[in-house]
Each structure stands twice: as structure tokens, then as C-alpha cells.
Antibody, heavy 118, light 106 residues
Framework: EVQLVESGGGLVKPGGSLTLSCAAS????????MYWVRQAPGKGLEWVSS????????YYADSVKGRFTISRDNAKNSLYLQMNSLRAEDTAVYYC???????????WGQGTMVTVSS | SYELTQPPSVSVSPGQTASITCSGD??????ASWYQQKPGQSPVLVIY???KRPSGIPERFSGSNSGNTATLTISGTQAMDEADYYC?????????FGGGTKLTVL
């Protein structure tokens, strides 16, 4: 079964750090770019970051540039998002997503909630 | 930065056709995708490359894209289609989502 499973969310104070993980299974993880997308409570989807299959190309939304770092370990079929200097506006459900069968996001994880609050 | 604009809400009666638009500068020159999201669930891809349906998506979902507007059409709308719908496109290597449209079936 094709699957993405996020973990690592939780409650963190403003200015704090958190690392999210996304475990992939059921498809050739190393062949595909991977993405993080977030959704603040009651709001729409917001792209956060992208990483190419070999990590050669990495992109960030302006809202997280300089604070978040995306990475992957193809040997472990895993995607990561290191989040530093967290702000209240980073509070959201964070999804990992992949275009495994199409050129759009046809696989989504269940999401992991990140709450930034004192 | 590139922006995609959707109407906040669309209403449709059961069995009728619902159309949700997504507008962006020269959007027709890009591929548009559409996602359905029900409360408490992850998004689901319903249309990619403007008009293609992934495996398992009902035929009542269709899409088009021309000029500055992409359109998701749901024919014979069912109560189960009530959800938020998001369009998405790429601007170079940047992913862009529309603000989302809440489809109400009443």
C-alpha cells in the first residue's frame, strides 16, 4: 500500500524548534520529489517546501525561508522538516505529499499538528 | 508572486452541475490540478493536468483550463461531494494553491 506517515508534531513555545518526519512506503521514494504543505486552523492549503529526488533542488516559501530546512534520506525512505525560530503563525497541520503516479500530489500523509504557543 | 483566485463558496442542488473556477495570470499555459478535502481529512487529488482523473475518481468530476481560468465541474452532484476544493499550479518550481472553495450541496 502506498503510504506517507508524518510524525514529530506537538506543542512548542515561540522561538523554539521542532523536526517533522515523513515515512514513505509502497512506492520508489528515491525517484520522486517530495513536498511539505501546511494548513492553519480553518484556513487553506499553503505550500511550505520542496526537495528533488536527489536533494539537488530545494525550494522554500518566503514565509519560512531562513527558518525551515527540508531534507531527505533515500536509504530510509524518509523526509524531514527542521523548523527553527517558530512563530504563532506557523501553527498548522503539516502534510507531506508526493506526485508518485501523476505530476500532482496524489499521495498525502495524514498530517501532524504543530502548535506554537506560550 | 503568482496567485490563484477561487470563489470562497459555491452552492448546488443535488443532481445538478457545480462549477468551481480558479483564476490566475495565463493559467491556461500551466497545468492545473484540483484537490477535494473533507473536514478532518487529508486532501485528495481529483483532477490533474487540467482534465485527467486519477484512478478511483468518479467520472462526474471533470476539468478544463484555458486563458486565465481553470474550471472544475461536478456533474450530477451528490451529497458526498460537499467539501472544500483547492486548485493548484506550478509557477516555475514553486507550488501555488488557490484559496479554496467550499462546495455546499443543498
Amino acid at each position: 500500500e502506498v503510504q506517507l506517515v508524518e510524525s514529530g508534531g506537538g506543542l512548542v513555545k515561540p522561538g523554539g524548534s521542532l523536526t517533522l518526519s515523513c515515512a514513505a512506503s509502497g512506492f520508489t521514494f528515491s525517484s520522486y520529489s517530495m513536498y511539505w504543505v501546511r494548513q492553519a486552523p480553518g484556513k487553506g492549503l499553503e505550500w511550505v517546501s520542496s526537495i528533488s529526488s536527489s536533494s539537488s533542488y530545494i525550494y522554500y516559501a518566503d514565509s519560512v525561508k531562513g527558518r525551515f530546512t527540508i531534507s531527505r534520506d533515500n536509504a530510509k525512505n524518509s523526509l524531514y522538516l527542521q523548523m527553527n525560530s517558530l512563530r504563532a503563525e506557523d501553527t498548522a497541520v503539516y502534510y507531506c505529499a508526493s506526485p508518485a503516479a501523476t505530476d500532482a500530489f496524489d499521495i498525502w500523509g495524514q498530517g501532524t499538528m504543530v502548535t506554537v504557543s506560550s | 508572486s503568482y496567485e490563484l483566485t477561487q470563489p470562497p463558496s459555491v452552492s448546488v442542488s443535488p443532481g445538478q452541475t457545480a462549477s468551481i473556477t480558479c483564476s490566475g495570470d495565463k493559467l491556461g499555459d500551466k497545468y492545473a490540478s484540483w484537490y477535494q478535502q473533507k473536514p478532518g481529512q487529508s486532501p485528495v487529488l481529483v483532477i490533474y493536468q487540467d482534465s485527467k482523473r486519477p484512478s478511483g475518481i468518479p467520472e462526474r468530476f471533470s476539468g478544463s483550463n484555458s486563458g486565465n481560468t481553470a474550471t472544475l465541474t461536478i456533474s450530477g452532484t451528490q451529497a458526498m461531494d460537499e467539501a472544500d476544493y483547492y486548485c493548484q499550479a506550478w509557477d516555475s518550481s514553486i507550488v501555488v494553491f488557490g484559496g479554496g472553495t467550499k462546495l455546499t450541496v443543498l
